[in-house]
């Protein structure tokens, strides 16, 4: 089998989420190296994987080899492999758990680290179908109009039922100033439409903030990332030098991040070093409380945080552990709903393995996983009303600060 020496980074992500031309989602915990011994699990009836009777996987493969009439075409034992290795991880059902060749491991590297151009939207699988959990602020998917929840059921015409996750990614991403065509069904409309997207490059700003009527302070988080939490501390130290009497964090569309980030953040405006999440293994073996620093310079500042159901991972962490100290208010929709950790293992031959390994709690011991975060006091927010760009979201929010 392949790997000897597999390099892990544990990520919790949104999904196996990318942006269309973007990055994959949150890493935690450390590098380290897992040994063959370390690999070796059991089954429910205690078998090993050694011991799994695989005489039925040999007589396929031999009646291939032996009899299939396009010889050329089908046993090249390198595809055969990974599309079995592919079989294997898919049968678990879990969209989170994905195994990709080495083209497609490298293809999802130059997602993380190179120029990114696509349509700046998160995907993620839901009962078999691909759907936007949240277009990008500023982006051409957001310009276009997409919407958390859209299904998309064709990319220029192919249908995405036949693709998987990474697949439909690398369909949608494309070259700047390209067009990408995507068929939507969409809740409430009885009829599929296409809508066409000019492909950009992506950026993302971190954190945007202003000072809002009778002395509010605004701070959007768009993501999680290394720099968030110096951003966020800037954002804060001028707002708390404008007389900020209360203080609305946006963390609408946001798909996630570094759980650190999140967790320094929460050290900002909770005190004490109270847990900020905890980690859950299979086996409880390897449970984990991440903890608040105890240097948080803004505990006293009132506080309303804003969510949807783009909010996702790192934000309903954040979210989660506001909610559990009654430390602010929870506006909005709920949110997504994601509390699973996953690992990255890259494998000898370049190909590599996202895996499920571990759920994550609040504070108070909570799984968001599936349900999401209920919000304090329920917001929604109008396809028509946004539209019109009316954010009646933000404007209770304001409402809230002004009234305490």
Same mark, same amino acid.
């Given at each position: ?62 009646? #291939? ?149 009778? =002395? ?42 570094? #759980? ?86 890259? #494998?000898?031959?370049?190909? =590599? ?40 979201? #933000? ?10």
């Amino acid at each position: 089998m392949y790997a000897k020496k597999q390099f892990i980074y544990t990520i919790l992500g949104l999904v196996f989420f990318f942006l269309i031309g973007w990055k994959t989602s949150e890493y935690y915990l450390v590098k380290h190296i897992v040994t063959p011994t370390t690999q070796q699990s059991t089954t429910q009836n205690n078998d090993t994987p050694k011991s799994t009777d695989m005489s039925l996987f040999w007589d396929v493969w031999n009646e #291939l080899d032996n009899r299939y009439v396009d010889k050329s075409a089908v046993l090249d034992n390198k595809k055969l492999v990974y599309g079995a290795t592919k079989g294997l991880v898919d049968s678990i059902n879990d969209p989170y758990t994905v195994f990709m060749d080495p083209k497609e491991t490298k293809q999802f590297e130059e997602n993380l680290d190179g120029s990114l151009e696509g349509i700046g939207a998160e995907l993620t699988v839901e009962d078999g179908l691909l759907k936007i959990l949240s277009p990008l602020k500023n982006s051409p998917a957001e310009k276009a109009g997409l919407l958390p929840g859209d299904i998309v059921f064709q990319i220029d015409g192919d249908l995405t039922g036949d693709m998987n996750l990474f697949n439909a990614i690398m369909n949608i991403r494309g070259k700047k100033d390209t067009d990408v065509t995507l068929t939507i069904i969409r809740e409430g409309i009885a009829e599929p439409f296409n809508v066409t997207i000019t492909r950009d490059a992506i950026t993302v700003e971190s954190v945007t903030y202003k000072l809002l009527d009778n =002395s509010i302070g605004y701070i959007s988080i768009n993501q999680f990332s290394d720099d968030t939490g110096i951003e966020f501390d800037k954002a804060m130290q001028q707002l708390a030098s404008d007389n900020t009497k209360g203080l609305i964090i946006d963390l609408r569309y946001n798909g996630g991040g570094y #759980l650190d980030t999140a967790v320094d953040i929460l050290s900002e405006l909770i005190s004490g070093t109270r847990p900020a999440v905890q980690i859950q293994t299979q086996d409880n073996s390897d449970n984990k409380t991440v903890n608040l620093s105890g240097n948080a310079k803004f505990s006293k500042i009132p506080l309303v945080i804003l969510v949807n159901n783009g909010s996702a991972s790192a934000s309903e962490i954040l979210a989660g552990a506001i909610q559990d100290y009654k430390r602010g208010v929870i506006m909005g929709e709920t949110t997504y709903g994601k509390g699973s950790v996953q690992e990255v293992i890259y #494998l000898e031959d370049g190909s =590599s393995l996202r895996m499920t390994i571990a759920h994550w709690l609040t504070p108070n011991g909570r799984s968001i996983n599936h349900s999401g975060i209920t919000p304090d006091i329920n917001v929604e927010l109008t396809a028509d009303e946004a539209l019109k760009g009316n954010d009646t979201q #933000l404007d209770e929010a304001e409402k809230y600060l002004l009234n305490l």
